[in-house]
């Protein structure tokens, strides 16, 4: 049975729509060493999305078109022209939490390539994420319900020592208060 808006972009026999032009381009700019940056808000969620899609294709999870759609989905940004068909279709054929669970393991999946990966790679999910976070994107809640912000590599280490600076301070305080 085949619900509205239910083709599958990760079937054999519809594969979907080939990544665009932009994850194409990106991924030559990968592999020539160039700096990524994103000119639009749009260049930058469509960057995330077809990350997020080309990672459903290769794990062979079933992605309806109205799921995919869903991913543009913002309360106050770029989103696509018929998002209000997309979201009635969605509320009418969908369980929002099971989409949710799908769409957060599947960018957890993204996130931990991305973190193992080059650091182009790295800095140039930061740098969408990151130019997204100034307006309401139903998917920067995705990425954020997968396990929080990834926060830059060097991150733990700037926290431990602020720890151990915060620790060392205390301590000496605690020492000139006791001895004055």
Known sequence: MTRPGMKQLGSPEQAGPPLSNLFQARAIARREGETRTFVSKREAKEFLIDWIVAEARRLDVPLSEVERKMLYASSDGWTLPEMEEVQETFNSYHEA????????????????????????????????????????????????????PIRRRTSRWRLLLAGLIIFGVSIGIAYWVGHS
């Open 97 to 148: 939490v099971e989409y949710e669970l799908k769409m957060t393991n599947l960018i957890r999946i993204v996130r931990a390539d991305v973190d193992a990966g080059g650091q182009e790679e790295y800095d140039a999910w930061i740098e969408a994420v990151r130019v997204l976070s100034r307006e309401r994107h139903y998917l920067l809640d995705l990425i954020e319900a997968s396990d929080g």
